[in-house]
């Protein structure tokens, strides 16, 4: 099975024998969780561009087919599954049109055929701040405050209100909101590991994303959340009415927004519980 995440995803995806600190779906994998690496062989790789080198239009079709180059080269014909979250449900839905004859099925977390002109806009912007920060000769403070941003965009106004429900105070003689040491925190940690090129390349592809969902010919599972802007519930289920093969879309609530595929862990779970056992009762018939 092959796993991917949003754009800041790697292939590290949980511990293991080579490098013991936590992945990025570390809580999804292990016993007795349905992706379980004693029972089913999980791949995963780092985004075409995120080494900041390829600093060139790369879209989610590219992704695609450099996975299904890394499977030419690893001798393996066939998935059981792709599972993408964000941008990787992207990427998932582009493997399962364009490599369909290697892919059993597709679960698909927060992520449509297409991006939402809000949710575009909101990444024009911190392009532009992006962009800011190299022409002053900070990349760091342009891409620290782009992630910030884009921050605000992965959660709920609701979670922002339980979390950071306090007034306003002065420090050094300016106004600082209850929230703003968390969100510099993220910004600053993200800055250290990140390259501005390949924020504002991995950014575009997002955004370059476009499918006919009409041509996804695999069994499908979509995972939709309520109050989540970046792949509204309305755009998810259009694309999943069209796809031309079974498909189901799941609706949770999350205060998380975006991130409740990183945090819904339960949910998440059983969605895949539910899939892969099917898989499994076919093969067994």
Same mark, same amino acid.
């Given at each position: 099975?092959?796993?991917? =995440?949003g754009i800041s995803s790697h292939r590290h995806v949980c511990a293991n024998a080579v490098d013991s600190a936590p992945g990025w779906w570390q809580d999804v994998i292990g016993n007795p969780r349905a992706l379980d690496p004693r029972r089913c062989c999980l791949l995963a790789c780092d985004w075409l561009g995120a080494d900041g080198q390829l600093d060139v239009p790369i879209?989610? *079709?590219?992704?695609? !087919?450099a996975i299904a180059y890394a499977l030419d080269r690893l001798g393996i014909r066939f998935l059981q599954a792709f599972v993408g979250a964000s941008y990787g449900g992207m990427v998932g839905q582009q493997f399962a049109i364009r490599h369909r004859q290697r892919l059993g099925r597709l679960l698909c977390l927060s992520a449509a055929h297409r991006p939402s002109p809000f949710a575009s806009a909101f990444r024009a912007l911190q392009r532009q701040v992006v962009t800011l920060g190299q022409t002053?000769?900070? !990349?760091?403070?342009g891409l620290s405050l782009a992630r910030q941003l884009a921050m605000l965009s992965y959660r709920s106004p609701n979670e922002f209100s339980e979390r950071f429900d306090q007034p306003a105070e002065l420090r050094s003689g300016r106004v600082h909101c209850a929230s703003e040491d968390y969100l510099q925190h993220c =910004?600053?940690?993200? *800055?250290?590991?990140?390259? &501005?090129? &390949?924020f504002l390349r991995l950014s575009e592809s997002i955004d370059l994303h476009v499918i006919a969902p009409t041509q996804i010919r695999v069994p499908c599972q979509f995972l939709a959340v309520e109050g989540d802007w970046l792949a509204p519930v309305e755009l998810m289920a259009a694309c999943a009415a069209d796809v031309a093969a079974p498909c189901e879309i799941e609706i949770i609530a999350s205060r998380y927004g975006h991130d409740a595929f990183l945090k819904e862990i339960d949910h998440v779970d059983a969605l895949l519980h539910r899939a892969l056992q099917n898989d499994s009762s076919e093969i067994a018939a």
């Open positions: 099975m092959w796993l991917a =995440g879209d989610s *079709a590219d992704q695609a !087919d002053q000769c900070a !990349d760091a403070v =910004g600053q940690r993200y *800055a250290a590991q990140w390259s &501005a090129t &390949a």
